[in-house]
């Protein structure tokens, strides 16, 4: 079956940078479109960014210059760069994939941004 699961999530200082990453299975991974989105408490869930199957990125204008998606098909893994974070950047962060009819979620991983 399908499965996403992220991983990566931590406490960073403001200013600082992390890498999250997510790994897929269950799913052909080079024929769909990645995303990641995010979590604050008591906030919407809100999409961050998205690579297509053909490696082009879209960003959120909240992090456009600071995040950078990317993906490796030979690992079936996508990556969020995150660089010049700023405490409003504290949330889950889910990676996502749909697939015509269904939407799939991994569990999340927390990122804190805090000094």
């Known amino acids: 079956q399908v499965q996403l699961v992220e991983s990566g999530g931590g406490l960073v200082q403001p200013g600082g940078s992390l890498r999250l990453s997510c790994a897929t299975s269950?799913?052909?991974?080079?024929?769909?479109?990645m995303s990641w989105y995010r979590q604050a408490p008591g906030k919407e869930r809100e999409l961050v960014a998205v690579?297509?199957?053909?490696?082009?990125?879209n960003y959120a204008d909240s992090v456009k210059g600071r995040f950078t998606i990317s993906r490796d098909n030979g690992k079936r893994t996508v990556y969020l760069q995150m660089s010049s974070v700023k405490p409003e950047d504290t949330a889950v962060y889910f990676c996502?994939?749909?697939?015509?009819?269904?939407?799939?979620w991994g569990r999340g991983t927390q990122v804190t941004v805090s000094s």
């Open positions: 269950g799913f052909s991974f080079s024929s769909y479109d």
């Open positions: 996502n994939t749909v697939m015509g009819l269904y939407d799939y």
């Open positions: 690579i297509s199957r053909y490696s082009n990125p």
